[in-house]
């Protein structure tokens, strides 16, 4: 299974961005997709996820009724939507795929990587 990330950029303070992640290669049933993110000097951390049909999706604390994530899965894509950007939210941005029906906010529980989009928010 492979994972190819788009969407990042370098965009100001209250601006949006959406992340695209395309998932190719073969996956044992239906998965759940999460977006993570890792600043220099942290760890990587959970942003958002979505269960198959789309009906359950979590999300951080820190980006709740900013960012929304979906998915397209004809297109085998996930996409966060990113809307009044912060100079915080800058960071490179992972999706993932786990091999389950239940979404996950740990990353550990994933068994899939892209390899990274870098957002750049500046104040």
């Known amino acids: 299974v492979q994972l190819q990330a788009s969407g990042g950029g370098l965009v100001q303070a209250g601006d949006s961005l959406t992340l695209s992640c395309v998932v190719s290669?073969?996956?044992?049933?239906?998965?759940?997709m999460g977006w993570f993110r890792q600043a220099p000097g942290k760890e990587r951390e959970f942003v958002a996820a979505i269960n198959w049909g789309g009906g359950s999706r979590y999300y951080a604390d820190s980006v709740k009724g900013r960012f929304a994530i979906s998915r397209d899965n004809a297109k085998s894509t996930a996409y966060l939507q990113m809307n009044s950007l912060k100079p915080e939210d800058t960071a490179v941005y992972y999706c993932?795929?786990?091999?389950?029906?239940?979404?996950?906010?740990?990353?550990?529980?994933?068994?899939?990587w892209g390899q990274g989009t870098q957002v750049t928010v500046s104040s």
């Open positions: 290669g073969r996956t044992y049933g239906n998965y759940a």
């Open positions: 993932s795929v786990r091999e389950s029906i239940v979404p996950s906010r740990r990353p550990d529980e994933y068994d899939y």
